[in-house]
């Protein structure tokens, strides 16, 4: 239950702050109607999957893997501090780029593979949570983390474009100050986890 707790936390996080993919869904929406805005949602099952497997393989070539362990959670908790300072401020840690208008499933794809805030998640938050689970533990954060991610950027975009201008930002503001909290949580967790492992 932690890992699929962990996941929910981490994806809805993600997919409520803004961010160029956020800003994609909302215009395919716009476009080309919900159909298209939920594939569109649903690019970082494309894009992570190399993500994931690049930063594994390098970890697993490693000799010292409660060393990495331990400095994995460190630099997971954080980042995860960081995140949660970002959402509280309601500053954007995915900061959207408007120049780009993309058009379609791949370019979406394309853009979240050259945006570095999957690389961050996966090398430190999310490959500390996989290199300590078990295989099924480790498929059900990527699967509930993507999925959580995917509907909850589609929900938010949905949202935007259906309330339009009577759209209230502080309910967005009061969710993302509450997931801060939550990341916060996590970040704790994993700075004991850490504690432990060099203890």
Excluded at 137 to 148: E, G, H, K, N, R
Aim: aromatic share 10%; glycine share 6%.
């Amino acid at each position: 239950m932690e890992y699929i707790a962990a996941a929910f936390v981490f994806g809805l996080a993600g997919g409520l702050n803004p961010g160029v993919l956020s800003i994609f869904v909302l215009h395919q929406i716009l476009k080309h109607g919900n159909r298209a805005g939920l594939l569109a949602s649903f690019a970082p099952f494309v894009s992570d999957g190399p993500i994931i497997l690049a930063v594994l393989l390098l970890l697993s070539s490693t000799q010292h893997l409660d060393t990495v362990l331990m400095l994995l959670s460190v630099a997971g908790a954080t980042y995860l501090f960081y995140l949660a300072l970002s959402l509280w401020r309601g500053v954007d840690v995915d900061a959207p780029d408007t120049r780009s208008t993309p058009a379609s499933f791949l370019t979406a794809v394309k853009v979240n593979l050259l945006n570095p805030a999957p690389y961050m998640f996966w090398a430190t938050v999310g490959s500390a949570y996989l290199l300590r689970g078990n295989t099924l533990q480790a498929a059900s954060f990527v699967v509930v983390m993507l999925a959580t991610l995917a509907l909850s950027k589609f929900a938010l975009a949905k949202s935007i474009a259906m309330l339009g201008a009577r759209f209230n930002p502080r309910i967005q503001a009061s969710i993302l100050k509450i997931l801060s909290l939550l990341l916060l949580v996590f970040a704790l967790r994993l700075l004991f986890q850490a504690w432990k492992m060099a203890a």
